[in-house]
């Protein structure tokens, strides 16, 4: 017995933890879960595809549902605005769809205040270095960019206990069944249940 | 990565609702976990063991211990004094052991003043009439107890939005993996895990 909704499941944690290696884990162990698609005006890029990478809006378009309040939450980062469409998320939650946004603090926080019963999740590196080494790794970023990136994720650590949940991303497998375990939890809180509760012992003579 | 300490879980549900096979089965599963043993005034019975079904006291050593604030929560049912000795709790809570108390409803709420840390959990049947059948099945009571059992429950269910989670024990597998999923989820909260996660990062140079 759980609730007929879906979640709204904000992650955020610091470019190169993994996130979307872990929440890819997630998504081959659920089938009531979606990823949601940002909306963005900044170009469409070779091999990108509008609709499954972002949805590309004009900037009028994305004015236009900005002033209707269509957006859960909305930024501009170098010239190019992006958010997160409330048509996207509500209509699924609705079905009992998990959505989950891919989103930095910032917009994070923006979502909370409006939606206190989403589930927020911070993912962690175990360490500064293992941080580090990730985005080495990688090989996108260059030396200037990765200590920028260190320096975002530094302050984004003194944010995180306005997170609901804490997961360090170690093994990947045990981020992705801590993160399930958050799910499945999640769905058995009584406020989510209560009135799906009360109709099932509604029809039930004592 | 999740927090040092263990969780006090509170589990409640009416009689007969299947709450001690549920825990049997989360027992089973996880190795971090102790069910809290009681202590009483009343007679032991047959067959039982003090320490084992009961902490088995006198009136005047439960009364001390009560006066000293030695119980989480105590009651009087029927001339017997019944109650939790904090120090069956903390010290194992300390050690990173995950204790169980099952309690009726207002021995839990008393809990739930002081400890609003503790994780409420509240097991439902799928409906009143399995609760009744499985109440007939046992055979242990006669069926005025049974009516009684069944009124009790009635009330109960107006109080179980004081709890954090309901469990609906329909197949007891799911019920315990439900749990399992609530106490794995817990030990990821923030306010849980965020010393522990400090501490992890901070022997950390960026």
Request: proline share 2%; aromatic share 8%.
């Amino acid at each position: 017995m759980t609730d007929k909704k879906g979640l709204l499941i904000v992650v955020s944690g610091p470019s190169g933890v993994g996130k979307g290696t872990v929440l890819g884990k997630v998504f081959e162990k659920r089938d009531d879960m979606y990823y949601s698609v940002s909306a963005t005006t900044r170009e469409m890029r070779e091999g990108e595809k509008d609709g499954v990478n972002y949805h590309f809006l004009s900037e009028e378009e994305f004015l236009k549902i900005k002033a209707e309040d269509g957006f859960l939450e909305s930024a501009c980062y170098c010239d190019n605005y992006y958010g997160t469409l409330k048509e996207e998320v509500f209509k699924r939650i609705d079905k009992g769809i998990n959505v989950v946004l891919e989103i930095e603090v910032q917009g994070a926080m923006q979502i909370r205040r409006k939606h206190p019963e989403g589930v927020f999740i911070y993912i962690l590196p175990p360490s500064y270095k293992a941080l580090r080494e990730r985005l080495l790794g990688r090989g996108t970023d260059d030396l200037d960019k990765i200590e920028k990136r260190l320096e975002a994720a530094k302050w984004e650590l003194t944010q995180i206990d306005k997170y609901n949940y804490l997961v360090v991303n170690d093994i990947v497998e045990e981020a992705a069944d801590e993160l399930n375990s958050i799910i499945e939890a999640e769905h058995l809180r009584t406020p989510r249940v209560y009135d799906a509760i009360q109709e099932m012992l509604a029809n039930d003579e004592i």
